[in-house]
């Protein structure tokens, strides 16, 4: 390892000059196998990558050792990547404002770019990408978000606060260093570990991760797509709302205007349908009512959507609405107020309305919500779907999981292995989880409380600090002190709209649909995860493209004029 500078004003700098050997073990944090794939990922590197660890002399921190040891490990991969190391306070620190001890900046004359902490975890994974993009001098954002970020003329300071265990989180905080790499003179991008940080998540009021701060008075919490990411950037706003109004001011379409197909949501289902529409000649457009993707959005990895071995789900997103925009209209932040049928099929926004001779669902689901108060307020300060994303902010703390399923007794699992106390509340009197994992919750000794809902969710302003419970049988009401929810009850259905037109639903809520995807209403369809069934992405893909061709085959083949139809 290289030896801390003695002095408060010097450093040392080492410079990668051979691959690691197959037998030399000795010296390394990297395993063999992690180093012998860096080693032929980082053959592809063209420009010197400089990377500067910044610590403090503090022995009882742990994090300084494993941050140096890790960036030691990257610098003897390649020759093209050098490390020098600095004491926090030195001139080095000074100049580029570091303040916090290990911190590990990036060729830091020409870009902004570093981590706080140390990059643990799935941060490895956002630090060796931008090893690669550094050292290509590419951005490898789109055409899109690099027009958007042409625009912008006021320094940004992004943080993005992460955890070791959130698969979401590198994606986020690479859309930063994207926007960095693409602006340097403007954006500094900064990944926060909130974990070895907890004075700078309170300060930013972190509860959540992926937690990216824009600015002082914009700052929002997930992953988000890159394109909106860049909006979110300039204007220092929801991209929703921006969108909106975008929408609003736009010219009005042709007055009258009557499409083949209007298909609601734009996931993999509904952008399928929109390809397969327009090959068949339909006129056809995409209404989502948020942004582009659906829970693929949420999906960190995707790993068995035939044609990839390993894709991240935003990155499969934007591939699938790039072949569809060559195809077909997508039009987010679409708020559907109402669906009437006649002899047109008519969607209402508060904007505009807009007719078609046939429809599509795709809907989706959302995550299915307690409904009890506090929920909403606490939610990303303390109330969560997500064990892997949050689980780090609540070490050492005591939480509550509601849910008797698979999900909850291995998000369960997972939260006692970070040394978390956490307790399942079901309202059920038996769990509905495979026995396997009842046997695992058993042995880590998870205590159950069954037959029990939660009433309501309290704390203070910012924090969680217990919930309600009702014992379902008795009534009997007790208060139960906790740091956090995690709640795993399910999915809902995204089907009021297709229940209000009298489209049949099945006993689960989800729209009841026959092998071509006709609901039991002429000309209108569902696909996808509003369906039930298999809920995967291909199966959604699948689902999207027979409802298109079964839209054009009715359509030229009304089979509701027959007289076995009436």
């Not at 400089?50 to 610590?55: A, G, K, M, N, S």
């Amino acid at each position: 390892m290289v030896s801390p500078a003695s002095s408060a004003n010097s450093s040392t700098t080492q410079k990668g000059s051979r691959a690691p050997s197959k037998h030399d073990n000795e010296g390394w944090l990297l395993p063999e196998e992690a180093r012998s794939s860096l080693s032929e990922l980082f053959k592809q590197l063209k420009n010197t990558v400089e990377l500067h660890v910044v610590t403090d002399s503090d022995p009882q921190k742990m994090f300084n050792d494993v941050t140096l040891q890790f960036a030691q490990d990257i610098s003897r991969l390649s020759e093209h990547i050098t490390l020098t190391q600095h004491i926090l306070g030195d001139e080095f620190s000074q100049k580029y404002e570091v303040h916090h001890s290990p911190s590990i900046l990036f060729t830091p004359e020409k870009y902004n770019i570093r981590f706080t902490g140390a990059p643990l975890g799935e941060e490895g994974k956002a630090f060796v990408e931008t090893v690669l993009l550094i050292s290509l001098g590419v951005s490898s954002l789109s055409a899109t978000s690099k027009t958007i970020l042409g625009e912008l003329t006021e320094p940004r300071h992004i943080r993005v606060f992460t955890s070791p265990g959130c698969p979401y989180c590198p994606g986020q905080f690479m859309n930063a260093v994207k926007a960095a790499i693409e602006s340097p003179k403007l954006i500094r991008a900064e990944c926060i570990n909130s974990d070895e940080f907890p004075d700078l998540s309170r300060q930013y009021g972190v509860g959540s991760v992926p937690h990216t701060v824009f600015s002082k008075e914009y700052s929002r919490v997930g992953l988000l797509p890159q394109e909106r990411f860049c909006l979110e950037l300039l204007m220092l706003r929801d991209a929703e709302e921006v969108l909106r109004e975008q929408t609003q001011s736009a010219e009005p379409e042709e007055e009258g205007k009557v499409y083949d197909l209007i298909i609601l949501g734009a996931g993999p289902a509904g952008l399928t349908a929109a390809i397969y529409a327009k090959r068949s000649g339909l006129d056809a457009i995409v209404l989502e009512n948020s942004v582009i993707g659906g829970q693929v959005i949420a999906t960190p990895v995707v790993e068995n959507y035939p044609g990839f071995k390993s894709v991240g789900g935003v990155a499969l997103v934007e591939i699938l609405t790039a072949h569809t925009r060559e195809y077909s209209n997508i039009r987010e932040n679409q708020l559907i107020d109402d669906v009437t049928i006649g002899d047109l099929i008519e969607v209402h926004t508060p904007e505009r309305k807009y007719a078609a001779k046939s429809l599509i669902f795709a809907t989706g689901t959302k995550w299915r919500s307690l409904n009890v108060e506090g929920e909403q307020k606490y939610f990303g300060t303390g109330v969560t779907h997500c064990a892997s994303c949050d689980g780090y902010m609540f070490r050492g703390k005591h939480v509550i999981m509601v849910g008797g399923g698979n999900s909850a007794l291995t998000d369960a699992l997972h939260l006692k292995k970070l040394d978390i106390d956490v307790s399942i509340v079901h309202r059920r009197d038996t769990l509905r989880a495979e026995k396997a994992l009842q046997d695992a919750l058993n042995r880590e000794q998870i205590p159950v409380i069954f037959n029990t809902v939660i009433e309501k969710i309290y704390g203070n302003e910012t924090n969680v600090e217990g919930v309600t419970l009702k014992d379902v049988n008795s009534g009997e009401i007790t208060d139960h002190a906790c740091d956090g929810v995690f709640i795993a009850i399910g999915m809902d259905p995204n089907s009021q709209l297709a229940e209000k037109i009298g489209a049949e639903l099945n006993p689960d809520k989800t729209i009841h649909v026959d092998t071509a995807m006709r609901t039991n209403i002429p000309r209108v369809y569902a696909a996808g995860d509003v369906n039930g069934g298999i809920r995967q992405i291909v199966t959604a893909v699948s689902d999207g493209a027979v409802a298109a061709m079964s839209a054009f085959e009715d359509l030229q083949h009304p089979y509701w004029t027959s007289e076995k139809y009436e």
